[in-house]
Nanobody
């Protein structure tokens, strides 16, 4: 599966953005999916993950209650709804695919190219 992330941009603090991750191929529904982010000068970190059916989700504490992951297997697309954004959310956001839902970056074998999210104060 190949992944293409989009939807990033510049938003003011308190605003919202929705990221999308379009997957090629017909096997998207078999994969667990995750979102990770990398802020300037920092290592990439886990944001949220979802299993193949969408029945299980895991959120980083820093985004819990503000971000929502979802997927539409019929459209081969993963989403990340981000609300109440703050400047600490500024980062490049990556979607990734794995054979099992995980918070570990090493569990993901296919990555999208990343989309920049910038939150101004």
């Amino acid at each position: 599966v190949q992944l293409q992330a989009s939807g990033g941009g510049l938003v003011q603090a308190g605003g919202s953005l929705r990221l999308s991750c379009a997957a090629s191929g017909r096997t998207f529904s078999r994969y667990a999916m995750g979102w990770f982010r990398q802020a300037p000068g920092k290592e990439r970190e886990f944001v949220v993950a979802m299993n193949w059916s969408g029945s299980s989700t895991y959120y980083a504490d820093s985004v819990k209650g503000r971000f929502t992951i979802s997927r539409d297997n019929a459209k081969n697309t993963l989403y990340l709804q981000m609300n109440s954004l703050n400047p600490q959310d500024t980062a490049v956001y990556y979607c990734a695919a794995s054979t099992q839902v995980s918070q570990r970056e090493s569990a993901y074998y296919q990555w999208g190219q990343g989309t920049q999210v910038t939150v101004s104060s």
